[in-house]
């Protein structure tokens, strides 16, 4: 079981949970993103920046992640594809993408971009607050007990 990370968008507070997760754990965490970033030494911890370009990040997680692994994002297409191959999409607020959630979820994500490209202000998600953080963080503790 690895944890794969969507990384560009990843909020900063949770790479921390995740680099703490995976130390404690022993689970492999790789980040992936197109711009270099810090992570901790560790040789459990590892990063693979991509070129640059639409969903080049995300189409490098899909080629790459296997049944029952973990993948961090926030991307609902991505979670869509990671499901299809037998993996677990959570995304930063805690949330676990399913096969029978997904769905719902594409339908919502195309309709609101549908809005957003007529002209109408949907506005964008409320900021990550300490609720979310911990709902992460409890999500992520139930899947490496699940995964162990």
Known sequence: MKIWVDADA??????????????RT????????NHPMRIPTSPLIK??????????ADNEIVKRVEADDLV????????????????????PRGETYTPDNIKARLNMRNFMETLRSSGVDTGG??????????KFANALERFLQNSG
């Not at 990843?10 to 130390?23: G, M, Q």
């Open 10 to 23: 990843c909020p900063a507070v949770i790479k921390e949970i995740l680099f703490r997760a995976a130390n």
């Open 26 to 33: 022993g689970a492999e965490l790789t980040l992936v993103a």
């Open 47 to 56: 990063f693979m920046q991509v070129a640059a370009g639409f969903d080049v």
């Open 72 to 91: 961090i994002t926030g991307d609902i297409p991505l979670a869509a594809e990671v499901i299809e191959k037998g993996a677990i999409a959570l995304n």
């Open 125 to 134: 998600p409320a900021p990550l607050n300490h609720k979310d953080r911990q």
